[in-house]
């Protein structure tokens, strides 16, 4: 009789060690989901902070003004506009430098008239902009049209090299967690070898030997996903009611996005851990059990 509790206490421990275990490296995946994701939306941000200055003709009439305005409100590169007139410039300017320029340019105002352009963040690349600079050369009421593709060109390459080791950081957690989540089950059927054996030498087939682990291992993966997703969301919640600047960049559609990805992932690596386990001890004689 105590044989039988103290078999059973420890195979509930067994199962509870498990799916903590499982439960904290979905955390820990769910914790890099959260950074790619918040990632991707400051490279947007950074990259939509990026454009050109459009200089106008001095002598642009107010109507040409918003002819331009009505145009750029409907390009698809366009992310943001302003218009600066050359008063506006001027005052900027005098402000930042802390001189009256107009009384140094003897009543002259050197400044024109100007659009500033962000483009959208897939439009955020040297090329892109060149190109959009030489489609408004010659445009009526423009004079020049300023770029900065050394900047952007940098911000792009940075970028890149930041997604770049964020994908193998993803990948390499991605092939540990399937390892460690991959052993919890192994040590879960483990325990259990011998009741595989028996049931194999009564005439159950695979199937139905597998069947029963397959919907255990899967049942503590979903649970294990709760625990995680619990954790998860808490911590948000917390981060956003204290300093929602701090995750105001994720949403909680996004969010529940990964809080999903999570459930399937632990899911189906238990799933795919089960099935390997029982079938390496489907295949296991009773002799070579005791290894």
Known sequence: MNKKRNSAISTFSTQITSTISVALVLLVLGI????????????????ENLG????????????GINSLKQKWAKEPYVASQQFISAEEALKQESERMGEDILEMMAGVNPYQPEFEIKVK???ATPDSIESIK???IGTPGISNVITDTT???EVNTTIHNVIIALGIIVLALLLISFVLINNSVRLTIYSKRFIIHTMKLVGATGGFIRRPFMINNIFHGFIASIIAIATLASVFYYLRSIEYSVCESISWIEAGIIFGALTITGVIICAISALFATNKYLRTSYDDMFK
Request: aromatic share 8%.
């Open 52 to 63: 050109f200055v459009v200089m106008l003709d001095d002598n642009i009439s107010e109507s």
């Open 121 to 123: 963040s897939h439009y």
């Open 151 to 153: 900047m952007a060109d």
């Open 32 to 47: 890099v989901a959260f950074m790619g994701v918040a990632t991707h939306h400051i490279t947007t941000d950074i990259k």
């Open 134 to 136: 030489a489609s408004l």
